[in-house]
């Protein structure tokens, strides 16, 4: 599960994602923050869908066989299926919901 934020002030649940994470050892969690994280542990820092191309999804194994749920503003989601697409992934397995932000 990977979420994106500005700061850590506007990334809700982080303390109920970690310790859901701490119980389910088949559940990740990643946060990662567009502006500085303020040296918190754990945290990246970027564009969420980059974040997630350099760490996990370029060296997925079989990517174009996952499915994938992305929701966020318009713009993240655009930069994230087209990430997906230029990947391998197929459109049919990239579910998404607008924010409409």
């Not at 760490?55 to 992305?70: E, G, I, W």
């Not at 299926?81 to 607008?98: M, N, P, T």
């Amino acid at each position: 599960f990977w979420y994106g934020a500005r700061s850590h002030r506007d990334a809700p649940y982080v303390d109920e994602m970690a310790a859901f994470a701490e119980r389910h050892p088949n559940f990740k969690w990643r946060l990662v923050l567009s502006e500085d994280s303020g040296a918190v542990a754990d945290v990246q820092t970027g564009l969420v869908h980059e974040a997630a191309r350099d760490t996990l999804l370029r060296s997925h194994p079989d990517l174009a066989a996952c499915d994938f749920y992305v929701c966020g503003p318009p713009a993240m989601l655009e930069a994230t299926r087209k990430l997906l697409q230029e990947l391998g992934v197929s459109e049919e397995r990239i579910a998404f919901d607008d924010f409409k932000v």
